[in-house]
């Protein structure tokens, strides 16, 4: 089967759904998850750091606040921009992961179309360090 973005969508948000009962009672007492996580997480992992640092944090950084979002401390991700936090964990529609799922011709999408991508390499990462091995590939 070829995969193409939508599947890949459509593929996170369904084995979302593969979470068991515990996370997803977590997930929908939505504040506990974030306090809990906060405390098992309270460092970016190194994996996921350096793909921030080179692919996000150009604009949201200590330079540049897009969306009023930063992306280079666990503190700033948990807080958020404009829309609220960037990642809530077990969520498959944390809005960091919605947006590099997005189509790439979408205002969405990121990074921006016209800069680096990240590879699937790094979108796996990304999935896994958000949603945990149920989305790990
Ligand atoms: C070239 C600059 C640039 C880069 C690089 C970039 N972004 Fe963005 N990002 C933006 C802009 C501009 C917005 C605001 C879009 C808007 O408000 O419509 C934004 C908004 C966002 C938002 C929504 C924030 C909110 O609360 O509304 C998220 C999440 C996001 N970016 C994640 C990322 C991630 C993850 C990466 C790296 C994989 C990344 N961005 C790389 C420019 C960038």
Known sequence: MKINKATLTFGVIGLCATLSSFQKSLVESHDSVVV???IMNDEIPADVKVILDQKCTSCHGEAKQK???RLDSMESILKGGESGPAVEFGNAKSILLTS???PLESDEHMPPASKPQLTE?????INKWI???SLAK
């Open 67 to 69: 969306g009023g979002l």
């Open 131 to 133: 949603c945990g091995d």
């Open 36 to 38: 809990s996580n906060a």
């Open 100 to 102: 590099i799922h997005s």
């Open 121 to 125: 390499e790094e979108i796996s990462t």
